[in-house]
């Protein structure tokens, strides 16, 4: 059974940083490129990075790109999420998913705000 389970959320002020988790279960992680995806209130999800299998290529949407950083740990089965320099834009519930999998974690809250 797949399970993705996203965790370090939080309230932070603008200009501050996070780290998000999503511990992956189920599933031949190290073979599998991973996204997050966040959702903010009244929005439909958006899509933020992509890291590949072995961590070698990353995309960012342009509204994270210079602040995100996506990274990995196959031996861990996790993949991360470095959000610097927040806004209060970034305001969203934020998930884990399998590329080309319909497999999503339940998602971490991030809340910026002063």
């Known amino acids: 059974q797949v399970q993705l389970v996203e965790s370090g959320g939080g309230l932070v002020q603008p200009g501050g940083s996070l780290r998000l988790s999503c511990a992956a279960s189920?599933?031949?992680?190290?073979?599998?490129?991973m996204n997050w995806y966040r959702q903010a209130p009244g929005k439909e999800r958006e899509w933020v990075a992509t890291i590949t299998s072995a961590g070698g290529r990353l995309g960012y949407a342009d509204s994270v790109k210079g602040r995100f950083i996506i990274s990995r740990d196959n031996a861990k089965r996790t993949v991360y999420l470095q959000m610097n320099s927040l806004k209060p834009e970034d305001t969203a519930v934020y998930y884990c998913?399998?590329?080309?999998?319909?497999?999503w974690g339940r998602g971490t809250q991030v809340t910026v705000s002063s």
């Open positions: 998913n399998v590329v080309g999998r319909d497999y």
């Open positions: 189920g599933f031949t992680f190290s073979s599998y490129a």
